[in-house]
């Protein structure tokens, strides 16, 4: 977007996703396999995954769904993307025919997430296109993956196949913030048996890939031949909770103040009155609302950087609006107002979102919705 920023916006800083992938690269020692679903977390999939195909170290890209994969190929012609989930479970005879077969044209790697899924994808796949396909293990997150006693069945369905072959084995972490969890270490016990099945030749060729962000930055034990790395290229550090941590905030979310009023003690303040001012106050207008993304939730407990402090939210987030108290700082029209981001060398980061709204870290970016206006930095994003 070009030309004056809009009173409310979201800024996707590509420079700081780009320094956060070579951090990861760098700690990790390993090739990153970039999750770009969610629409790179509320960042732009298209933005960052063309800011990262120019990377040394990047082994791809990787989706939650059929249609995320199809529209990011459109922009890159020969990464590797994986579809996390292929669908096949959830689709319907001819609209899974159509989704496999758009898939394969594509290119698309998809990941199998069931022996029963497996199974299918194989009937349907014609019998001279050997499509490469990744096997996920449940290794105890009992989420979806194929169990570990299930593995030598599916080994020999595609090790016997035509249609298919074996290229990746993945499984996924579920406590990897915590690194010195027991179901952590559970976990990459069970993941060592599942490769312990893999054939010498299989083992030395197929992509494997176990460790997510917070793993590939601070459990070494558990990174294999790539790491799987959504959350940490957009600066959240599950492990370290915002402290300390190696990768660096990737969004900011500003508004303007647009009205600024004195009221009365005693004078009730947004939808079913639910705040009620004890004394004399200040209090301005944000355009911003939960039709935004700010969720209703956090009307009682966030807070927004203006006029150089912390100022609390007040009432009921409205669809379009938040009112805050401005009694202590100051503020008139126009002043720039930070929800997400840094002012006056203060800070409210994804955490802070996350206590507020009792959620996790990782879904704050993805809330913010597109009724927001992305402005793109591209400064030092590829160089």
């Known amino acids: 977007m070009s030309g004056a920023a809009p009173p409310s916006h979201v800024t996707v800083d590509l420079g700081a996703v780009v320094d956060n992938f070579r951090t990861v690269r760098a700690i990790a020692g390993r090739p990153v396999i970039a999750v770009v679903k969610a629409d790179a977390y509320g960042h732009g999939a298209r933005d960052v995954a063309s800011a990262l195909a120019v990377e040394p170290g990047c082994a791809g890209f990787a989706v939650a769904r059929p249609d995320e994969a199809l529209a990011l190929r459109a922009g890159l012609e020969r990464s590797r993307i994986l579809v996390l989930s292929c669908g096949a479970l959830g689709l319907g005879e001819p609209e899974l025919d159509e989704t496999l077969a758009a898939l394969r044209r594509a290119r698309v790697v998809p990941v199998m997430g069931s022996l029963d899924e497996l ?75 599942a490769l312990g099945l893999l054939r010498p030749r299989e083992r030395r060729r197929i992509a494997v890939h176990l460790a997510n962000s917070a793993a590939a930055l601070h459990l070494p034990a558990s990174r294999q031949r790539l790491v799987r790395v959504g959350g940490a290229l957009y600066g959240i550090d599950l492990a370290a909770a915002g402290k300390g941590s ?138």
Request: some cysteine; glycine content about 12%; charged content about 20%.
């Open 246 to 383: 190696p990768v660096r905030p990737t969004m900011t979310v500003r508004s303007t103040l647009v009205q600024v009023r004195s009221i009365a003690a005693g004078t009730a303040v947004g939808y079913g009155g639910r705040w009620v001012a004890e004394r004399a106050s200040r209090i301005g207008l944000v355009p911003v609302g939960y039709g935004d993304g700010f969720p209703a939730a956090v009307s009682r407990s966030a807070h927004v950087l203006v006029a150089g402090g912390r100022a609390p939210v007040i009432g009921a987030v409205s669809m379009d609006f938040i009112t805050v108290d401005l009694t202590d700082i100051g503020g008139s029209p126009g002043d720039p107002v930070v929800l997400l981001g840094e002012l006056g060398g203060r800070w409210i980061d994804v955490f802070d979102h996350a206590a507020w709204s009792a959620s996790p870290a990782y879904e704050v970016t993805c809330r913010f919705s597109r009724r927001l206006p992305r402005l793109v930095l591209r400064s030092g994003a590829g160089s």
């Open 119 to 193: 199974r299918r994808v194989e009937e349907r796949t014609p019998g001279t296109t050997r499509w490469g396909v990744h096997l996920k293990v449940d290794t105890g997150m009992s989420r979806s993956g194929i169990g570990v006693d299930e593995l030598p069945a599916a080994l020999d369905l595609v090790r016997s196949s035509c249609r298919i072959s074996l290229r990746g084995l993945l499984s996924h972490l579920a406590e990897s913030e915590r690194p010195t969890s027991p179901a952590t270490a559970a976990q990459l016990e069970a993941f060592e048996l």
